[in-house]
């Protein structure tokens, strides 16, 4: 089979340290960084390949949906239209960024099928760049409606330089879920569906259509129990409240975002070799 790893190859992966591993799939990653920009580029444009509006819907999607929801939730629950509306700006952008970037990166290995049955690629490249994907239309959509909730009274101060912090760590934990999703999706086809449900699920477990302050108190300790609550908070403390986030949930989201992507990474180093034969 010219597909099958020589026997020294496959032998020398196996007895590979975790740590040896990641070197090598950092090399690898960096060796192929222009084909990565480019399948990015690419595969935003084919995203919007005949649309009329192209990529201006990555930006008027995130718009109308917050519209839609700011008139019928703000009204539901009895808050003054521009307060919640960049309450739920602050919390719903984040959340589209989890959406897209799970929904994607969970067939972005399988969907990869031709191209790894030609020619060899780091596993962890395809994940990459549905993160990157999304995260490119996420950054997008963020300045486009940056410009709506100033005009809505959002405040800007120091606090806003620990955006692209908040982003980052989110990117991370975006990426890391990837790598895990991607290479179980192989495996269990039906995943793809079960991840939708389940966001779609999580999407209501968290204070984003709805303020903390509606729950009652003694609630308040299974949204704090959802690790969700803790990345979406980051952006409420910056956007919302103009304030630094507290150091306890930068702590705990770099703890589960650094724990997820040592998951992801050991699931990929285990399944590496035996991937390109399940699709």
Known sequence: DSLELPKFVNQARRSESFVAFIARTYRELAKVKFALASFVVN?????????????????????????????????????????????????????????????MGSTSILVAEPFLKKVYLPKAFFPLVS???????????????????????????????????????????????????????????????VVGVALGLAFYSVPIIYPITQVPLKYHIFIKLNPFY?????????????????AYEWGITFGISIFTVVVGLLLLKSKENDIIYRL
């Open 131 to 193: 993160s990157l994907q999304a995260l490119s239309n996420f950054i997008f959509s963020m300045a486009s409606l940056m410009v709506i909730a100033l005009l809505m009274g959002m405040q800007v101060g120091p606090a806003m330089l620990a955006l692209p912090l908040a982003i980052g760590v989110l990117f991370l934990f975006n990426f890391a879920m990837c790598l895990v999703l991607s290479v179980l999706t192989v495996y269990l086809r039906d995943l793809t569906h």
């Open 230 to 246: 803790y990345f979406l908070d980051l952006f409420r403390s910056i956007i919302c409240r103009n304030e630094f986030p507290p």
């Open 43 to 103: 595969s935003i444009r084919k995203r919007y390949h005949r649309s009329v509006l192209g990529f201006a819907w990555s930006m008027l999607n995130p718009l109308l949906t917050m519209g839609v929801m700011t008139l019928v939730f703000s009204v539901l629950f009895h808050l003054p239209l521009k307060q919640f509306a960049l309450q739920l700006f602050s919390g719903l952008m984040p959340w589209m960024f989890i959406s897209e970037s799970w929904t």
